[in-house]
């Protein structure tokens, strides 16, 4: 199985990332467009009429995702040697 190291969806570093040696996963979202920021209100609200959250929606068709209980961040920190289903090659140069 391939690893972080190699995967063409291993996120370039920031200064805290390059400094704890860890990077973002681009491939697993948060949910359908890779972010979700509600306010405090409409969580409420979604929440006493059971609305699909968006994390709903991509878990119905991504392999994996991303949930923050309160809806505003959630992000894949991996270092160097994790490996997953979705390692795609990055192009060498």
Avoid at 27 to 45: C, R, T, Y
């Amino acid at each position: 199985m391939g690893t972080c190291e190699t995967c063409a969806h291993w996120g370039a570093p920031d200064q805290r990332e390059k400094a704890l040696a860890i990077r973002k996963c681009q491939a697993i979202p948060h949910d359908k467009n890779g972010a979700s920021q509600w306010d405090a209100d409409d969580l409420e609200w979604r929440e006493e009429c059971g609305a699909i959250y968006p994390e709903d929606r991509a878990m119905m068709t991504a392999i994996a995702v991303t949930c923050d209980g309160s809806g505003y961040r959630a992000e894949l920190n991996t270092r160097a040697a994790f490996g997953c289903a979705l390692h795609t090659e990055a192009p060498r140069g």
